[in-house]
């Protein structure tokens, strides 16, 4: 490699590390989930937005008659957030190769648009007949396409929205266990994330709202949209 080609593979690396870590952004967005869902299943009608583990066990809730579910809610959202996890594909297949970094925050800026969006409708129409549609369709499809950028990105144990095998690893890893916990600090940091975030999330929504809470998720998406790094 010549010197010119190594100056350019320096810059590019500087610049790929410029802002905060991939974990530290996804855990953050970890947090974030925790609001999102804590808006939607107790503000909308009992419908997960970010959890689409909990939401297909909901859409045979309400298909079986479940009285408190609505197949309705469940199939927008589900729609909606598959729609977002294509366009984040193709959002990857685009752009992936090259920047980390300017993918990631691409992305999130989508994520922190779509949010803010429907922060101004639960704001402005807070009792209208479309709105929960709206605050739906919007949620879903945003954490369907950061979803899929999650999942492309590769970081280990952050899914930022699925704890399932995240708490399978920390027991089966555990001392308790086969003792090769070796990630088990990253894993701990985001269950505790979605559990303050879902608390949270809770807190304002029996006290304040939907608003408010799809607000601080928005501005937290779009800080970290700006700060982002393209390393682990």
Partial sequence: MSAAEEAS????YDREARGLRLVVVLLALTVVSGLIDAVSYLGLGRVFTANMTGNVVV???AAAGAPGFSVPHTATSLGCFLLGAVTGGRLAARVGKGSRRTWTRL???????LVALSAAIAFAWPHATGTVYAL??????AMGLR???VRKLGVADLTTTVLTM??????????LGDATGHRSPRRTA????MLVGACLG?????HHGLGIPLLIAAVTSGVLAALTSGRE
């Fill in 9 to 12: 593979a320096q810059e590019t």
């Fill in 59 to 61: 859409l045979g809730f």
């Fill in 107 to 113: 992305t999130l800026t989508a994520e922190a648009a």
């Fill in 136 to 141: 739906i369709a919007l949620t879903g499809y």
């Fill in 147 to 149: 979803n899929a950028t």
């Fill in 166 to 175: 995240t708490l399978t690893g920390l027991a089966s890893e555990s001392r």
């Fill in 190 to 193: 985001s269950v505790i994330a």
């Fill in 202 to 206: 809770a807190w304002l929504v029996l």
